[in-house]
């Protein structure tokens, strides 16, 4: 059964800022093995429907990563960035996407363990400018993120069970 926590995703105005909030129902090193391992991140990332091609996938301090996004009508959108601080309860990442060079954002994810094996994730995310991490807002991202930490559950679940 797919938990039913909610995902907060937070655009103020004015500023230029992303941030979302989604709490997991797994181990705090479950969830952030989900972020950072090649294989996993492919079974999660991204909305429903969509293949994902790693083509690059360092998580470590100083790692790039890549990879590609290929909607049902064959589009495809790839993403890159490095990891500049890969620790125990966060990361910090570049994010671009080529669709629009050069705008690129920088993003913390924060994982605290709540304990009873809970997970709550803080993802901040920091644009160069409003009018950019508005584009990212308008792109339909919020259905990515949605779908996402759904099938982020999914994962978990079936980890826990095995």
């Avoid at 938990?3 to 979302?20: A, H």
């Avoid at 360092?58 to 500049?84: C, I």
């Avoid at 920091?126 to 339909?140: H, K, L, T």
Wanted: net charge negative; aromatic share 10%; glycine share 10%.
């Amino acid at each position: 059964m797919t938990s039913n926590n909610p995902t907060t995703i937070t655009i103020p105005d004015g500023l230029p800022f992303i941030d979302i909030v989604r709490e997991f129902d797994a181990p705090k090193d479950a969830v952030r093995r989900a972020y950072l391992d090649r294989d996993l991140i492919a079974q999660w990332l991204g909305p429903r429907g969509y293949e994902m091609h790693v083509d690059e996938w360092n998580g470590e301090t100083g790692g790039r990563y890549q990879y590609t996004h290929r909607d049902p009508d064959g589009n495809a959108y790839t993403f890159s960035g490095v990891f500049h601080s890969v620790s125990e309860d966060t990361l910090v990442q570049t994010f671009e996407f080529d669709g629009w060079p050069g705008h690129v954002s920088l993003e913390s994810v924060t994982f605290e363990d709540l304990g009873d094996g809970r997970t709550r994730i803080v993802n901040h995310s920091a644009y160069q400018s409003v009018e950019d991490r508005d584009g990212m807002a308008q792109s339909g991202m919020e259905k990515g993120i949605n779908e996402g930490y759904e099938r982020l559950d999914e994962l978990l679940e079936a980890s826990a069970r095995r």
